[in-house]
């Protein structure tokens, strides 16, 4: 009977763990997907902009794993306290990097219909706003792979200056395609671009809510720091 509790524990713990790896692979091929989608944009990288899209079903592919294997430990083991907020919050965040892995394959995708004459209307800030980004990213996958809840906070805190970038690039596009309309069609990818960028901002900051819970048992206040609105 006690082999057979040991078993069961230790096979509990194995399929917990096999969560835990998939969530951290799938964090790193999206962090390399906004890298290549990042290169696409400030180098022009079509090679980067086409195989960040063709990584897409990866994570897809592993977002639907980790949801099987998530309800399986739900059903069959009855997980408690911090293992039941461990194993709802990785459903979640395995959604939000799926989200992702999409927004940064939307970005290579525009990049690719972007002419070599548009790279004068790339304003400096969507560069900033990438590379914030990437960051805020970087940090929430490591605060996921360590359950480090200040590191949680640290992203949370950071999304307001994203959002404010972001404001500054939609009124400077917008001004460029008022003043000149040939430029409305590029600046119409840049903006998407630009909004892309903000909704990976955004869904790093969901990663970073659903650690700190998993982590403290505690959730982040519900109204979160945020910059001007575009209006």
């Known amino acids: 009977m006690v082999k057979e ?24 091929i999206v962090e390399s ?11 022009r990288d079509e090679d980067a902009a086409v195989e960040a899209s063709e990584r897409d079903p990866q994570v897809d592919e592993l977002e639907r794993e980790i949801e099987t294997l998530s309800i399986r430990l739900l059903a069959l083991r009855a997980p408690m306290a911090g ?9 979640k965040i395995s959604g939000d990097l ?4 999409d927004c ?3 970005i290579a995708r525009r990049t690719l219909r972007l002419e070599a004459g548009d790279a004068r209307l790339s304003p400096g800030g969507l560069r900033t706003m990438g590379r914030l980004v990437q960051e805020n990213l970087r940090r929430a996958i490591d605060a996921m792979s360590q359950q480090d809840s200040e590191r949680a906070v640290e992203v949370w805190q950071s999304d307001a200056a994203v959002d404010e970038l972001y404001t500054a690039m939609f009124r400077e596009l917008v001004t460029y395609m008022m003043e000149d309309p040939r ?3 590029s600046c119409t990818h840049l903006l998407f671009i630009a909004k892309n960028l903000e909704r990976i901002g955004d869904h790093a900051t969901n990663i970073a809510e659903r650690v700190y819970f998993a982590a403290t048992g505690e959730q982040l206040p519900v109204a979160r720091p945020r910059g001007l609105p575009v209006v």
């Not at 997907?33 to 180098?43: E, F, L, N, P």
């Not at 293992?83 to 459903?91: G, N, S």
């Open 5 to 28: 509790q040991a078993h069961t524990v230790s096979s509990y713990e194995q399929e917990l763990d096999q969560v835990r790896g998939m969530l951290v692979r799938m964090g790193g």
């Open 98 to 101: 799926e989200r992702i892995g």
């Open 104 to 106: 940064a394959a939307s």
């Open 33 to 43: 997907q906004m890298a290549m989608a990042m290169a696409a944009i400030v180098d």
């Open 183 to 185: 430029t409305i069609r």
């Open 83 to 91: 293992d039941l907020r461990e194993i709802v919050a990785a459903m």
